[in-house]
Nanobody, 120 residues
Framework: QGKVVESGGGLVQPGGSLRLSCLASGLTFGNYALAWYRQAPGKERELVASIRDTVGSTKYRDSVKGRFTISRDDSKNTAYLQMNSLKPEDTAAYYC?????????????WGQGTQVTVSS
């Protein structure tokens, strides 16, 4: 059974940086597309950034372009979200998602989330 676990969240001042990690186990990591979502209190979960499997192409929501970078290290079964120039509106629980489609099934895994708080 696949599993993903996030880490790296915390409290940071506006303008600061954090790097989130997503460690996967029990799945063939290189076959999965990875994504980071976030959810602030009272708001819906939103897609922050995604990275494809072997192609490695990336996408970002407009509000984080130029500040956040998603990457993956398949040798370590880990995905990352480097977050720079953080703003108070980036405050949310951040979730890692791993997804893979085979000919017959969809495999989708969520982590438990890691809290990011941007405040002075």
């Amino acid at each position: 059974q696949g599993k993903v676990v996030e880490s790296g969240g915390g409290l940071v001042q506006p303008g600061g940086s954090l790097r989130l990690s997503c460690l996967a186990s029990g799945l063939t990591f290189g076959n999965y597309a990875l994504a980071w979502y976030r959810q602030a209190p009272g708001k819906e979960r939103e897609l922050v950034a995604s990275i494809r499997d072997t192609v490695g192409s990336t996408k970002y929501r407009d509000s984080v372009k130029g500040r956040f970078t998603i990457s993956r290290d398949d040798s370590k079964n880990t995905a990352y979200l480097q977050m720079n120039s953080l703003k108070p509106e980036d405050t949310a629980a951040y979730y890692c998602n791993a997804e893979h489609y085979s000919q017959s099934a969809r495999y989708n895994y969520w982590g438990q989330g890691t809290q990011v708080t941007v405040s002075s």
